[in-house]
């Protein structure tokens, strides 16, 4: 492992969106292009374990409905701040992302089962990894690179969240830090 990392921006976009709030609705040059076989079975590796790592973290949360955080508001309504809420929040994503592309997706079942479901039905699709690029909603555009990125990023920071929420809750040894978070 690295002693430093150097930060380097390598493209910039204009939104008005608050970062804090959520990601931006930008599209990265790179996300444009096509992908491998080998590339898209590790991509699609990492956003499952992502998932399967999200639900270890929520199934081990003592009280799901129990929370110390107070109350937030942001432009899309109410901070979830129960694990329950973050939990449902951040699984409810899956058919938004994967129909951003096309893809008809559920958010039945665990965000693991959901998440399976849709790759799926997604690898039912013919040429599923030249990585179209389509425009969804909110004028905002897709592709398969982005939404792989979209659900690692926001598993990442609900379960991040959802972690400091429990050691706040909880106490330290509460639950584990599957995600190995610094707080």
């Not at 079975?41 to 009280?63: C, G, N, R």
């Not at 955080?69 to 951040?90: C, D, I, N, S, W």
């Not at 592309?101 to 958010?107: E, L, Q, S, T």
Request: negative net charge.
């Amino acid at each position: 492992m690295p002693d430093a990392f150097e930060c380097e921006i390598i493209q910039e976009k204009q939104s008005d969106l608050t970062v804090s709030d959520a990601d931006s609705d930008v599209i990265f040059d790179s996300e444009r292009k096509g992908l491998s076989l080998t590339e898209y079975a590790e991509l699609k590796a990492l956003a499952l374990k992502s998932a399967q790592d999200f639900l270890t973290l929520y199934q081990a949360i003592p009280d799901k409905s129990k929370s110390c955080l107070p109350g937030r508001k942001t432009f899309y309504g109410q901070v979830p701040r129960t694990a329950r809420e973050m939990y449902e929040h951040t699984k409810n994503v899956n058919a938004y992302y994967f129909g951003e592309i096309g893809v008809p997706a559920d958010n039945e079942g665990t965000i693991l089962e959901c998440r399976e479901r849709g790759f799926a039905a997604l690898e039912n699709q013919a040429d599923f990894l030249k990585c179209a690029v389509c425009l969804g909603s909110y004028d905002e555009e897709w592709s398969l690179r982005k939404v792989l990125r979209r659900f690692v990023w926001h598993d990442r920071i609900h379960a991040k969240a959802m972690y400091r929420m429990a050691v706040k809750t909880f106490g330290d040894k509460s639950v584990p830090n599957v995600f190995r978070f610094t707080i």
